[in-house]
Nanobody, 115 residues
Framework: QVQLVESGGGLVQAGGSLRLSCSVSENIFSSNAMAWYRQRPGKQRELVAHMISGGTTTYPDSVKGRFTISRDNAKNLVYLQMNSLKPEDTAVYYC?????????WGQGTQVTVSS
């Protein structure tokens, strides 16, 4: 069973930065894709960053230019660098990795941005 563990969440002031990490129990080099999602209070889970195996990334307009997804294949880590954070970025952030077209999720990490 593939396991994902997120870390790096916390409380930050508006305008600040955080880097989330996702430790994956399998070799991410063999994954189909990886992504970060978030679930804001009272909202549905939404995609905030996506990377396919070839390295192409996509972001929704709400975070484009502020968030960056990256990976370290040697360490089986997936990162989400978040800059210029806004109070509306407050959410639980989830790591998602696709292996053999099956989706695996972490337990989530809370990010709170104060105004």
């Amino acid at each position: 069973q593939v396991q994902l563990v997120e870390s790096g969440g916390g409380l930050v002031q508006a305008g600040g930065s955080l880097r989330l990490s996702c430790s994956v129990s399998e070799n991410i080099f063999s994954s189909n894709a990886m992504a970060w999602y978030r679930q804001r209070p009272g909202k549905q889970r939404e995609l905030v960053a996506h990377m396919i195996s070839g390295g192409t990334t996509t972001y929704p307009d709400s975070v484009k230019g502020r968030f960056t997804i990256s990976r370290d294949n040697a360490k089986n880590l997936v990162y989400l660098q978040m800059n210029s954070l806004k109070p509306e970025d407050t959410a639980v952030y989830y790591c998602n990795v696709v292996f053999n077209f099956r989706h695996y999720w972490g337990q989530g990490t809370q990010v709170t941005v104060s105004s």
